[in-house]
């Protein structure tokens, strides 16, 4: 079984910045793509970032130039810069993780990230 801690949320001003973390553990298990997904209240999750196994990142386009996702394979840990933040940047964020052979999906519990105008 595979957990997912989350960190890093919190409240900010427009303009500032947050990096957010997120903690694989469990053990025997090998981390295929890792990804930030946002929800604000009243829309659909959304995919904001992702990072594969090799490196390999894509945005969505509202996170471009702003966001930057890294992982430490080592740690089982992905995190994501978040730089000029905007109020509309608001949601829970939560992290995803595909694990293993049959890239099993986990999520982490989500983070509370308010950017205040």
């Known amino acids: 079984q595979v957990q997912l801690v989350e960190s890093g949320g919190g409240l900010v001003q427009a303009g500032g910045s947050l990096r957010l973390s997120c903690a694989a553990s469990?053990?025997?298990?090998?981390?295929?793509?890792m990804r930030w997904y946002r929800q604000a209240p009243g829309k659909q999750r959304e995919l904001v970032a992702s990072?594969?196994?090799?490196?390999?990142?894509v945005y969505a386009d509202s996170a471009k130039g702003r966001f930057t996702i890294s992982r430490d394979n080592a740690k089982n840990t992905v995190y994501l810069q978040m730089n000029s933040l905007k109020p509309e940047d608001t949601a829970v964020y939560y992290c995803?993780?595909?694990?293993?052979?049959?890239?099993?999906?986990?999520w982490g519990q989500g983070t509370q990230v308010t950017v205040s105008s």
């Open positions: 995803y993780v595909s694990v293993g052979s049959l890239y099993r999906p986990y």
């Open positions: 469990g053990s025997g298990f090998s981390v295929n793509a």
């Open positions: 990072i594969t196994s090799g490196g390999s990142t």
